[in-house]
């Protein structure tokens, strides 16, 4: 699901030379499916013309008070907007909002609208930490005003320190996550997916049949129950699903490497790929020579991620597959006990379902229950998966988690 189709977007854009990123930022919104309505300063209008943004956005740009057509269009469109995002904000923008002034358009329309109201400044280093400026920022914040950024680095002038605009892939994922309401919000969630591949030689491996449609469709329906959501993926030919941050790795080593990386404040973990259990001891550095008689080849135990995860002293909730040709309910709990995680998610190969199709059917086991999840398609089960996890994680947080944590997860 894309969180920005059809969503009403008002852009305000005021004076910086960042306003040219802003025409960039219109054009992705559009793509995202997002109806987007830009109102200037003139100040801005000296950095960009309207009609960039007109032809981008599609709509009419309002530049000051001589457009307001029917002396009352500031009143519509304050109510048409789902968001107003003020990019870039300048060092005065972010002051007349913070007094409430209402003498141009733009502070006009912000000052009428009920819509959440994010700002992205943009202004030099120096500016940016003025005591005044602060103060400003300060008083926005107070109100729930959201202040997106600013990044640091080198800045038109010349300077290097903070006060340039985030770019608009981020500002995207921003208006994208603040119409994110779902039961994940404000969680990270560490995905594995996929296969992994343990070399033989240069040319050859070990490796099984995971396609990581199941891993994908669990990440992408994490992310859009509004967590953030890293993905660890083993080689796939799959794409990254939108606004996840996806890492790939070859071996289980790598996997192991990668998810250790991003575990630190992780709420939860669901491994879904098809890790080795074995991999070869000594990889040949040269290709294997074709032998006239056997061979035969050595192997030693690859380490369990999920368990070290779930053996972590500060773990998150944990979820693991189980991928089982035979007994499968009874499979389930010896490995949930085994992996000491708080569910697993069974789903029984070699037919039909598991590996590589789009479908599947999975048994959820957790201490005290089950669900048993009919043949779907892999998303809709990913939907169902994240709706328990969530259930459940709701559940237990809030019997056991000492009272800090809660605010961690309310923040
Ligand atoms: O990718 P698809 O084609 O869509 O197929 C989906 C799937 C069948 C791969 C998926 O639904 C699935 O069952 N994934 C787990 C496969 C598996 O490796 O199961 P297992 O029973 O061997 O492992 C149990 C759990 O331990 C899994 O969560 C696995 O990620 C984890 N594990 C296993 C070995 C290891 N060295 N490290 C691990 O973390």
């Known amino acids: 699901m894309n969180l920005l189709a059809e969503k009403r977007i008002l852009l305000g854009v005021s004076g910086g030379i960042a ?93 009428a609208s009920r819509a959440p109201l994010l ?3 943009a202004m030099n280093q120096a500016m940016w930490r003025h005591a005044a400026t602060r103060d400003n920022v300060q008083r926005l914040l107070e109100r729930g005003v959201q202040v997106c950024g600013p990044d640091t680095g080198e800045q038109a002038c010349g300077d290097v320190g903070p006060g340039r605009m985030l770019e608009p892939q981020i500002l995207q994922q921003v208006l994208s996550d603040s119409f994110a309401n779902g039961r994940l919000a404000g969680l990270k969630v560490v995905v594995t997916a996929g296969p992994t591949r343990e070399a033989v030689d240069p040319v050859r491996f070990l490796g099984n049949r995971s396609s990581g449609k199941m891993g994908y469709a669990v990440a992408r329906a994490a992310r ?91 773990r998150p909730w944990c979820v693991g597959f189980a991928a089982e040709t035979e007994h499968l309910e009874q499979n389930a ?36 229950g089950e669900r048993q999840l009919p043949v779907a398609d892999k998303n809709l089960l990913a939907d169902q998966l994240v709706e328990q996890v969530a259930d459940l994680y709701a559940d237990q947080n809030t019997a056991h988690e000492p009272l800090e944590n809660h605010a961690k997860h309310s923040a």
């Open 333 to 368: 709990r010896k490995k949930r006990m085994h992996k000491g995680v708080e569910m697993i998610a069974a789903n029984q190969v070699g037919g039909e379902l598991g590996f590589e199709s789009d479908n599947n059917e999975l048994l959820l086991v957790w201490e005290g």
């Open 19 to 111: 306003a040219y990123k802003s025409a960039e930022l219109v054009r992705r919104l559009r793509a995202a499916g997002a109806m987007v309505r830009v109102v200037m300063t003139s100040a801005a209008t000296g950095f960009v013309s309207a009609r960039t943004f007109q032809a981008l956005s599609g709509e009419i740009v309002r530049c000051g008070w001589s457009d307001d057509q029917s002396g009352m269009d500031h009143i519509e469109l304050a109510r048409w907007a789902e968001r107003i995002l003020i990019a870039p904000a300048s060092a005065d923008t972010l002051a007349r909002l913070a007094q409430g002034r209402a003498d141009d358009l733009l502070a006009a329309i912000c000052l």
């Open 119 to 121: 700002v992205a400044p």
């Open 224 to 314: 859009e129950a509004g967590a953030s959501v890293a993905l660890v993926s083993g080689p796939v030919a799959l794409e990254a699903p939108t606004g996840i941050q996806r890492v790939m790795v070859e071996s289980a080593q790598e996997m192991l490497e990668a998810v250790l990386a991003r575990i630190e404040g992780c709420d939860i973990f669901i491994a879904t790929a098809a890790v080795a259990d074995y991999r070869p001891v000594a990889p040949e550095p040269q290709k294997i020579k074709k032998q006239a008689s056997d061979w035969s080849l050595q192997l030693e135990p690859v380490p369990d991620i999920l368990a070290m995860v779930a053996a972590l002293e500060k």
